[in-house]
């Protein structure tokens, strides 16, 4: 694990040193505890802003969403040969030990202790930018996870230990063995990945993080504890919901994004209209 912290560290250590929080977060004569409630309330903000860009698909647009249905449902193909393949592999002390780092970068409580970690450090040496960072890590990990276990309960999919297939699928079924997909631990390490790339805006930051967090779902086929769709959806929400946290962040900032040539799927209060922006 101890590779894992030091990428972490090298990489917190190149966050720029320009002020990036809203007015709030720079004001130095705040009280530590007025600037912990400010932040609960701005994740308050982040949570319904992700809430509203869900349910509303007003910034969906259809190629996207097109595109990540059809990959996914292009890997499932994949799925059985993939298992016979890390099934028959050799395992080694050197294998076993290298998934086992791995698989802990996308265990809920590595990146728990990264977003305390940061946030109050931040806090401490009133560094505002590791501050909101360890902020907006936190804020992501929540979307993620409601997402993935919200995903998890309503496909219902049967891991692959089960030896059931992977077409087996029990909606709303109650138990760890049926929650296969997506895969918790990937949407876990590439929400990480995510949102450090997202802050540290350095090229060897990001391939070294997201390399991390791919060895991660692959680890989780090691395991046999997912199928290599579940990894493949475990990346895509874990990407979103960092860039959801990220975008809301930028909105705060003032920084908004250029509107897109394309169509869009939007709701109407006769149901849905596909329009098509210029």
Not at 48 to 71: C, R
Not at 136 to 144: K, N, R, T, V
Not at 202 to 227: E, P, Q, V
Request: contains cysteine.
């Amino acid at each position: 694990m101890k590779f894992i912290y030091l990428i972490i560290l090298l990489a917190a250590l190149q966050f720029p040193q320009t002020s990036y929080g809203n007015d709030t977060e720079n004001d130095s004569t705040q009280c530590l505890p007025e600037m912990i409630v400010d932040d609960i309330v701005v994740a308050t903000h982040t949570l319904s802003y992700a809430g509203k860009e869900i349910i509303s698909l007003e910034h969906y647009n259809l190629l996207h969403i097109g595109t990540v249905l059809g990959v996914t449902f292009l890997s499932s193909f994949a799925d059985e040969p993939l298992r016979t393949q890390f099934s028959d592999m050799e395992r080694t002390y050197s294998t076993d030990k290298l998934a086992s780092y791995a698989n802990e970068y996308g265990n809920l409580i590595v990146p728990a202790a990264l977003t305390g970690g940061l946030y109050f450090s931040g806090l401490l040496f009133k560094n505002s930018e590791i501050r909101a960072t360890g902020r907006i890590l936190g804020e992501a990990l929540i979307i993620g996870g409601i997402i993935n276990s919200a995903g998890k309960l309503i496909a219902g999919r049967a891991r692959p230990y089960l030896n059931e297939g992977n077409g087996t699928f029990r909606p709303f079924h109650w138990g760890d063995e049926r929650w296969s997909f997506p895969s918790g631990h990937t949407t876990v390490a590439f929400t990480v990945s995510g949102v450090l790339s997202g802050r540290i805006k350095r090229w060897w930051a990001s391939a070294a993080l997201y390399s991390i967090a791919t060895c991660t779902g692959l680890t989780r086929m090691y395991y046999d504890k997912h199928w290599f769709s579940d990894v493949v959806m475990g990346a895509i929400l874990g990407t979103f919901a960092s860039r959801i946290a990220l975008n809301a962040e930028e909105s705060r900032n003032g920084k908004t994004k250029e509107k897109t040539t394309g169509w869009y799927l939007s709701p109407t209060p006769q149901g849905l209209a596909l329009t098509f922006n210029f």
